[in-house]
């Protein structure tokens, strides 16, 4: 008995989610909003470079459960799920596989990805490579667990543009929940984690680049997300489609994650005006109401957050474009002048906004009404940043083009 007495502890330790964890796309609860992190009284000019290594190429976040660090990137032709020492970054365990891929032309200066963001949970770690290929990994050692690459189901495997859904881990029920296939036929699935056994599927159009939420509307959870030509709701419980939205952007780049406030959602797409909805139910049938939209900020590859009553978000126009609305209105309360950058990904922590450039810079702001209020602004990498910035414990981890790095103050 007393020899078990290790092993409960590290199952307990592995499965407890721990207040510094991020440990999927967009942090714990899928909103970018977090209050774990230990902001400073006082931000530094300059940021301490705790550590720094060679991780692979890719734009996949890293995700941080417990102590440790896991990370998807390319290393050669090769797909690698790394996990590292959070406090050191030293390599802990890597496994690999074979992932040759051939990018679209338009796409060339973005790499071969991968784009898809881990989920870790239950002690085990999830992956969705460029391709298409589903992997769920023991969280500890690195094992294999089980793989699916669905070449046999689906006619093509990715959209145009690769891979860039992150799957998410739903509790009460337990499920991995992924879109899969590409071009115009797909589905999304939910698995059991344990066995990867299907425990029910939608079989609609193939995925664009978004990625699922799960938003409760009248006490009953919804799967939310863009396929390549709607907005969509399916039931959590068994995958019934409840309401759909058609909505489709140029080359079918749908991307933006959908943000769920009471009975509001968000959603919003290249060239498209940010869009608010009302979802309701009238004798047993679901329907969504349009109650604003703002047309002066189209948001492409950069999904917004709500804090507060507020969204704030990063447009498309003018080179990038940093604005804040009133959320129950829509109005535009700010933007900022333009020319931030491609694409920024911003997060909420500690009470302060942290939004990680394509122009390697870590932009630190209060979330204001009143103005895009700077406290600092870091340069923390030499190339573009497409990763969300990870708050852990008293650090932050930035993923750049190759490299992973932790920094503090």
Same mark, same amino acid.
């Given at each position: 008995?007393?020899?078990?007495?290790p092993?409960?502890?590290l199952?307990?330790?592995?499965?407890?989610l721990?207040?510094?964890?991020w440990?999927?796309?967009?942090?714990?609860?899928?909103?970018?909003v977090?209050a774990?992190f230990?902001?400073?009284?006082?931000?530094p000019d300059?940021l301490k470079q705790?550590?720094k290594?060679?991780?692979g190429?890719?734009?996949?976040s890293?995700v941080?459960?417990?102590?440790?660090?896991?990370?998807?990137?390319r290393?050669?032709d090769?797909?690698a799920?790394?996990c590292f020492?959070?406090?050191?970054g030293k390599?802990?365990?890597r496994?690999s596989?074979?992932?040759?891929y051939r /990018?679209?032309?338009?796409?060339t200066s973005?790499?071969?990805g991968?784009? !898809?963001?881990?989920v870790?949970?239950?002690?085990?770690l999830?992956t969705l490579?460029i391709?298409?290929v589903?992997?769920?990994w023991?969280?500890?050692?690195?094992?294999?667990l089980?793989?699916?690459d669905f070449?046999?189901d689906?006619?093509t495997t990715?959209p145009d543009f690769?891979?860039?859904?992150?799957? /998410?881990?739903?509790a009460?029920?337990?499920?991995?929940i992924v879109h899969?296939g590409?071009g115009k036929?797909?589905?999304i699935?939910?698995?059991d984690?344990? !066995?990867g056994? !299907?425990?029910?599927t939608?079989a609609?159009?193939?995925?664009?680049?978004?990625?699922?939420i799960?938003a409760?509307?009248?006490?009953?959870?919804?799967?939310?997300?863009?396929?390549?030509?709607h907005?969509l709701g399916?039931?959590l419980?068994d995958?019934?489609?409840l309401?759909?939205i058609?909505?489709?952007?140029?080359?079918?780049?749908?991307i933006?994650t !959908?943000v769920?406030?009471g009975d509001?959602?968000?959603y919003g797409?290249?060239?498209k005006p940010l869009?608010?909805?009302?979802v309701k139910?009238a004798a047993?049938?679901?329907?969504?109401e349009?109650?604003?939209?703002?047309p002066?900020?189209?948001?492409y /590859?950069?999904?917004?957050?709500?804090q507060?009553?507020?969204?704030?978000?990063l447009?498309?126009?003018?080179?990038?474009?940093?604005f804040?609305?009133?959320?129950?209105t829509?109005?535009?309360?700010?933007t900022?002048?333009?020319?931030e950058g491609?694409n920024?990904?911003l997060?909420e922590?500690g009470g302060?906004?942290?939004?990680a450039t394509?122009e390697?810079?870590l932009i630190?702001?209060?979330p204001s009404?009143q103005?895009?209020?700077i406290v600092?602004?870091y340069?923390?990498?030499?190339?573009?940043?497409?990763?969300?910035?990870?708050?852990?414990?008293a650090l932050i981890?930035?993923?750049?083009a190759?490299?992973l790095?932790?920094w503090?103050?």
């Open positions: 008995m007393r020899s078990l007495i092993v409960l502890s199952t307990l330790s592995v499965l407890t721990n207040a510094q964890d440990n999927q796309w967009r942090g714990p609860s899928r909103t970018g977090t774990a230990k902001s400073p009284a006082t931000w300059r705790i550590w290594v060679d991780a190429e890719g734009h996949a890293p941080v459960s417990g102590n440790r660090v896991y990370l998807l990137s290393v050669a090769r797909e799920v790394t020492d959070l406090a050191s390599q802990l365990w496994e596989y074979d992932a040759p /990018m679209n032309p338009a796409a973005h790499g071969k991968p784009k !898809s963001t881990p870790v949970d239950g002690g085990r999830f490579g391709s298409g589903l992997s769920a023991d969280a500890q050692s690195g094992r294999l089980w793989r699916k070449k046999n689906y006619p990715v690769g891979t860039a859904m992150s799957p /998410m881990v739903t009460n029920p337990n499920l991995l899969v590409g036929q797909g589905a699935l939910a698995l984690p344990q !066995s056994n !299907s425990k029910w939608w609609g159009d193939g995925p664009a680049y978004a990625s699922p799960v409760e509307f009248e006490g009953v959870r919804h799967v939310v997300t863009q396929s390549q030509s907005v399916l039931s419980a995958g019934k489609p309401w759909e058609p909505f489709t952007t140029d080359y079918d780049q749908n933006v !959908s769920s406030a509001l959602l968000v797409g290249l060239s869009t608010a909805v009302r139910r047993g049938k679901w329907t969504t349009q109650v604003w939209q703002n002066d900020v189209p948001m /590859m950069s999904s917004p957050i709500e507060g009553g507020l969204l704030f978000g447009t498309h126009r003018n080179r990038g474009q940093f804040c609305l009133d959320l129950k829509g109005k535009t309360l700010w900022t002048r333009g020319r491609e920024a990904a997060i922590a302060m906004l942290l939004t394509t390697g810079e630190v702001a209060r009404a103005s895009f209020e600092k602004r340069t923390v990498a030499d190339s573009p940043v497409w990763a969300h910035p990870v708050p852990a414990g981890l930035i993923k750049d190759s490299s790095s932790a503090g103050f």
